[in-house]
């Protein structure tokens, strides 16, 4: 018996949806020795039934009966495309399946939740299915989810390396990784002359004569430690009516991207993980950005100092992903053993 995971190539350099697949991915290579199904993401709308039939046995071609496939998805392709692969792992005797949802492309884009109905089918036809979070779960439950063997992600890991001896400190500083004209646009209104924002993004018209400060896009060998010199807050945040509803669903990379680096975050009270964030003592809760602002310029060394260590504690689990391990080994038992 061998265990497969299909693992994402053909994207941009920076996007996040590759960079986290291939996370998972390499934790399940070098800590249970799954093998890779790699899948590359494109334009598929002129090939041939055959030529499409040849990709898929390609893929599979290491997949034997009373095996185990662990299908990380969105694949990115087009949904038809995506169940096609899926439907040929039937020819193999006694195979599990495993679909580990990263994203729900329907829930994503208004304009896709037509295809929510053809997503559930997929998922239930899964053996097992690791949501990213409790949320996540009753949501598709409601909208016709069957599936019993259920895990949840509960949060990312960002697997990196930090220098010990940057201690981030109380900057007056809340960072954002992120597109803010596309879907943050109230950050553009920024007006706080205590508090910086600091963008990772290109400078922009909206930003002149305000307290913002533009660093570009970092790669992410160098983004962790950055943020450790930065210091302040990291800002899990977002104005677009879909992708507000979304974040309360799902489970957010840059979360852990915040955490892995030391920092603490701010988020809105009907996040994923409020409670863990507020037990741990890992962030601020606020559900309007002025209040995130006061809180920030009001805080004291002490208390920005009681949640940077509480962070230190805790984020070992995320920078050498534990998370990850512990969700991929469940997996393989639960769909095995339960």
Not at 82 to 89: A, I, K, M, P, S
Not at 222 to 237: A, C, E, H, P, T
Not at 322 to 336: E, G, M, S
């Amino acid at each position: 018996m061998k265990v497969h995971i299909t693992n994402l190539y053909g994207m941009a350099y920076n996007s996040v949806a590759q960079i986290s697949q291939q996370m998972v991915a390499r934790i399940g290579v070098e800590n249970f020795n799954f093998n890779e199904l790699g899948i590359y993401s494109y334009y598929d709308a002129n090939e041939s039934e055959e030529a499409l039939s040849s990709r898929y046995d390609g893929i599979l071609a290491s997949v034997g009966a009373n095996d185990v496939i662990i299908f990380q998805t969105p694949t990115w392709n087009t949904n038809e495309w995506e169940v096609g692969l899926f439907n040929r792992t039937f020819v193999y005797e006694n195979v599990k399946r495993i679909i580990f949802i990263h994203d729900v492309i329907p829930l994503m884009f208004e304009s896709n939740y037509y295809l929510l109905d053809r997503f559930i089918d997929m998922y239930n036809r899964a053996d097992l299915l690791i949501v990213p979070s409790q949320q996540m779960l009753d949501y598709l439950r409601e909208h016709g989810l069957t599936t019993k063997k259920i895990l949840i992600q509960h949060m990312w890991d960002h697997v990196c390396q930090i220098d010990p001896l940057i201690q981030p400190a109380n900057n007056k500083t809340i960072s954002f990784i992120g597109n803010i004209e596309k879907k943050t646009q109230s950050l553009m209104d920024w007006d706080s002359s205590a508090v910086t924002l600091q963008a990772f993004s290109d400078p922009a018209e909206w930003g002149q004569g305000k307290n913002v400060r533009f660093v570009g896009w970092q790669d992410d060998s160098l983004l962790i430690n950055f943020l450790r010199r930065s210091g302040g807050f990291g800002l899990l945040w977002g104005d677009k009516d879909d992708w507000v509803k979304y974040m309360r669903l799902n489970c957010s990379y840059k979360l852990s991207t915040y955490l892995a680096a030391g920092i603490p975050v701010i988020v809105r009270s009907d996040t994923p993980e409020v409670e863990k964030i507020r037990d741990k003592h890992l962030g601020i809760i606020a559900d309007d950005l002025d209040t995130a602002v006061n809180r920030v310029a009001a805080m004291t060394d002490d208390e920005y100092n009681q949640m940077r260590d509480a962070i230190a504690d805790f984020s070992p689990l995320i920078r050498d992903g534990y998370f990850t391990k512990h969700l991929l080994a469940d997996a393989v038992y639960k769909v095995l053993y339960d």
